[in-house]
């Protein structure tokens, strides 16, 4: 039976194509920082934020919201408060059904629409961080 452990080794190895969600273009952010960890370590990471769409910041362009990510993804990245949730899984199951991995950040839950997203096949992780995983796990 696979550990928490080894689900999040096992993501973050099979995660390519990363969509972040609530993205910063402030260096200082969190969200920043992490999308830039998550590239120095060879993930592709599309920046979603509205209020930046159509910019480009760490070499992509900045997507106004999941149904405009122009690729598949195989991760979902949530910056957004735990009450945006629902609408960020009705979202990335919309576009990709067949969604591979949820990823909620610190602090960030949400008990029905992880469960949504579970039904639909996707691994779920909540309330962690990649960037503090892959220093945690050695990766």
Same mark, same amino acid.
């Given at each position: 039976?696979?550990? $928490? ?5 096992r ?16 260096a200082?952010?969190?969200?920043h ?8 370590r ?9 209020? +930046?769409?159509? $910019?480009e910041? +760490? ?6 919201? +999941? ?33 591979k991995?949820?990823? +909620? $950040?610190?602090g ?21 961080c ?10």
């Open positions: 039976m696979e550990t $928490q452990d080894d689900m999040i080794r993501v973050l190895a099979e995660a390519r194509v990363i969509a972040l969600v609530g993205y910063s273009a402030n200082d952010r969190p969200s920082q992490v999308a830039r960890f998550l590239q120095d060879g993930h592709r990471v599309i920046p979603v934020n509205p209020g +930046l769409a159509g $910019q910041q +760490l070499g992509e362009v900045v997507r106004a919201d +999941l149904a405009s990510v122009p690729e598949e993804v195989d991760m979902v990245d949530v910056f957004r408060a735990s009450d945006a949730v629902p609408e960020i899984v009705e979202a990335a199951l919309g576009r990709w059904p067949e969604l991995t949820l990823w +909620l $950040q610190l960030i839950s949400h008990a029905e629409a992880t469960a949504r997203a579970r039904a639909a096949g996707a691994t779920v992780i909540e309330n962690r990649p960037k503090i995983e892959y220093a945690r796990l050695g990766l």
